[in-house]
């Protein structure tokens, strides 16, 4: 034995030790408490982000049916004031900052977005209309 202790590697010793050592404490019931909650967190995470997306898909069909008939609204009263422009194309969109919605104003039959659109010569944009 001691011949073998004096030929061994302290190295690969110190590694083995170590190795068992955490395999020990892998196995005790503070480990195992946290490793339980750590899963079930995991799984409230999953719960919670099917709810999201269910959220989510019922705000997108909200959207479909209700942004058509804001159009159709606001073009009427402008239509009762002889505005002489009218909504088109309001389209809800997410954005970092939150949801949102996009649309064009059309005068003279010439859709100008509202958002977005850089200043181009010759090119409609809701800044110089």
Known sequence: MKQR???????????????LQVTK???????????????????????????????????EQYRANVF?????????YLNQFNAGFHLDSVIATNTRGGP???YNVVINNVAVAVAGGELQPGNPSFRNT
């Open 100 to 102: 949102t919605c996009t």
């Open 25 to 59: 404490a892998r196995h005790t019931q503070a480990t195992a408490t946290l490793c339980d909650a750590y899963l079930a967190e995991k799984t409230a995470k999953t719960a919670t982000e099917q709810l999201r997306d269910q959220a989510r898909a019922a705000l």
């Open 68 to 76: 058509p008939n804001c159009q159709t609204a606001i073009n009427r």
């Open 5 to 19: 202790a004096a030929t061994a590697n302290p190295a690969a010793i110190a590694a083995i030790l170590s190795r």
